[in-house]
Nanobody, 123 residues
Framework: QVQLVESGGGLVEPGGSLRLSCAAS????????IGWFRQAPGKEREGVSC????????YYAGSVKGRFTISRDNVRNTVYLQMNNLEPEDTAVYYC????????????????WGQGTLVTVSS
């Protein structure tokens, strides 16, 4: 019943924007913080962002801070990742997972994962 489903990935040119969605079911966003993670080809998984379940506080990896914005819609039970000024280095499969931590490197509590959505930044 507990499930996360990502959507919104696609092909975008460098400097472009994309918004990813993570639809949660089986729990509400006030119970579990949802984070975004990504894995590029040949690279290790990287924590991108996390939005807290308690107060909506947001946390970002240094590589995306200032370019990406995480938000949540409690009515739709959906978390979004607005990605601006995209770079080729942002190319990866993006996953949402829960519950996230403010320390994005802390993944031990991430028990629920989405299936991933591919973001390709290329001209």
């Amino acid at each position: 019943q507990v499930q996360l489903v990502e959507s919104g990935g696609g092909l975008v040119e460098p400097g472009g924007s994309l918004r990813l969605s993570c639809a949660a079911s089986g729990f509400t966003l006030d119970h579990y913080g949802i984070g975004w993670f990504r894995q590029a080809p040949g690279k290790e998984r990287e924590g991108v962002s996390c939005i807290s379940s308690s107060d909506g506080s947001v946390y970002y990896a240094g590589s995306v801070k200032g370019r990406f914005t995480i938000s949540r819609d409690n009515v739709r039970n959906t978390v979004y990742l607005q990605m601006n000024n995209l770079e080729p280095e942002d190319t990866a499969v993006y996953y949402c997972a829960a519950p996230c931590s403010r320390d994005l490197a802390e993944t031990r509590y991430l028990e629920v994962w989405g299936q991933g959505t591919l973001v390709t930044v290329s001209s």
